[in-house]
T-cell receptor
Framework: GENVEQHPSTLSVQEGDSAVIKCTYS??????FPWYKQELGKRPQLIID?????GEKKDQRIAVTLNKTAKHFSLHITETQPEDSAVYFC????????????FGSGTRLQVQP | GAGVSQSPSNKVTEKGKDVELRCDPI?????LYWYRQSLGQGLEFLIY????????KSGLPSDRFSAERTGGSVSTLTIQRTQQEDSAVYLC?????????????FGPGTRLLVL
C-alpha cells in the first residue's frame, strides 16, 4: 500500500519568513495530494490540494509543488504569520482508485512573532 | 450549512468494555471515512463507505473493530473489548462521493481513553 513520509517533524520560523514542508510517497499510481492544517484541539481542515496533472498550485501565501518523477511534493508558506502556527499534514490517494487518504506524520509549525 | 458532527466528543471506558462512536456526515455526502489519530501522530485510515457499495475495511486494525452505515447517512464505529492501545482520537470525514479527487471534510473527533 501507499506510504507517505513527511519532514521536518517540527519547524520554527520567524514571522515574515518562509516555511517549507516536504513529503514523499511510495505509490506511483497516487494522483491526489491534499494538505491539511490542524490547530490544537481542532479538526483537520484542507488548505490546498494538487492533482497529478499539475506541477504547481498557488493560493495567496500558500503554494504546493509536485514532482511525479521523484514522487515528492512540498508545501510552501510565504510571509508567515503567528496564526499559521499549527500542525500540517500531507496526504496522498488515488492509487488503484483508492479514495482513502494516506497521511504523513505531520509537521508542527511554530511562527515566532 | 452544518458540517460533519461526531458524538460523544469524549469517551472514557475501562479495558474490556465495548464502545460505540457516532458520525453524522454532511447532508448529501455519499462517501464517509473513519480515521484514527494517536497522540502526536498522523491520521490512520480505518474504513470507507461509498453509497450502497461494500465498504473498504482494509484499514481496520483487528476484528474487534467494525462499522456500519445505516440508510446511507449516519455511521457507527464499534470497538469491542477495548484495549489501552485503542486510546486515540477517532475522526470521521465525508465527501460528495462523485469522484476520486474530492475534499474530505472532517468532524471534530471523539477522544477515546481506555483505562
Amino acid at each position: 500500500g501507499e506510504n507517505v513520509e513527511q519532514h521536518p517533524s517540527t519547524l520554527s520560523v520567524q514571522e515574515g519568513d518562509s516555511a517549507v514542508i516536504k513529503c514523499t510517497y511510495s505509490d506511483s499510481a497516487s494522483n491526489y495530494f491534499p494538505w491539511y492544517k490542524q490547530e490544537l484541539g481542532k479538526r483537520p481542515q484542507l488548505i490546498i490540494d494538487i492533482r497529478s496533472n499539475v506541477g504547481e498550485k498557488k493560493d495567496q501565501r500558500i503554494a504546493v509543488t509536485l514532482n511525479k518523477t521523484a514522487k515528492h511534493f512540498s508545501l510552501h508558506i510565504t510571509e508567515t504569520q503567528p496564526e499559521d502556527s499549527a500542525v500540517y499534514f500531507c496526504a496522498a490517494s488515488g492509487g488503484t482508485g483508492r479514495r482513502a487518504l494516506t497521511f504523513g506524520s505531520g509537521t508542527r509549525l511554530q511562527v515566532q512573532p | 450549512g452544518a458540517g460533519v458532527s461526531q458524538s460523544p466528543s469524549n469517551k472514557v471506558t475501562e479495558k474490556g468494555k465495548d464502545v460505540e462512536l457516532r458520525c453524522d456526515p454532511i447532508s448529501g455526502h455519499t462517501a464517509l471515512y473513519w480515521y484514527r489519530q494517536s497522540l502526536g501522530q498522523g491520521l490512520e485510515f480505518l474504513i470507507y463507505f461509498q453509497g450502497n457499495s461494500a465498504p473498504d475495511k482494509s484499514g481496520l486494525p483487528s476484528d474487534r473493530f467494525s462499522a456500519e452505515r445505516t440508510g446511507g447517512s449516519v455511521s457507527t464505529l464499534t470497538i469491542q473489548r477495548t484495549q489501552q492501545e485503542d486510546s486515540a482520537v477517532y475522526l470521521c470525514a465525508s465527501s460528495l462521493g462523485r469522484g476520486i479527487h474530492e475534499t474530505q471534510y472532517f468532524g471534530p473527533g471523539t477522544r477515546l481513553l481506555v483505562l
